[in-house]
């Protein structure tokens, strides 16, 4: 083997790598723009985690795990963040509580509610 083929061969063995990764990287999953899409999202690529999980992890099953991740990051950002807006609502509610403010109690509590049941009933 001539010293350029063996260049050539090493150079292509180290940026298949770099190939690869491209092609992951366009992938961006499905969105999750609001509480209710993310939970969708989440229960059902979970589901589909979960089956693929269950069999052979080929490189095309692999490759499947990748994709639904992207999906299953999206939705868990979306929760992460509706959470934390639920649990400043709930607080808002406790507080109000404390110093009797009914109309914030009512009004922070119906938010509180109508987004926590968007995750759990």
Do not use: C, W
């Amino acid at each position: 083997m001539t010293k350029h083929l063996m260049l050539a061969a090493a150079t292509l063995l180290f940026t298949l790598p770099a190939f690869a990764d491209d092609e992951y990287d366009h992938y961006k999953g499905e969105p999750s723009k609001t509480l209710e899409q993310a939970v969708a999202n989440f229960s059902e690529y979970n589901n589909r985690l979960e089956q693929v999980l269950a069999g052979d992890l080929t490189p095309e099953a692999m490759n499947e795990v990748h994709q639904l991740t992207y999906t299953l990051e999206n939705a868990l950002g979306k929760l992460d963040h509706e959470l934390e807006d639920i649990a400043e609502r709930l607080e808002k509610v406790h507080k109000a509580s404390e110093h009797a403010a009914p109309d914030t109690v009512k009004e922070q509590g119906a938010v509180y509610l109508e987004k926590s049941r968007s995750i759990i009933r």
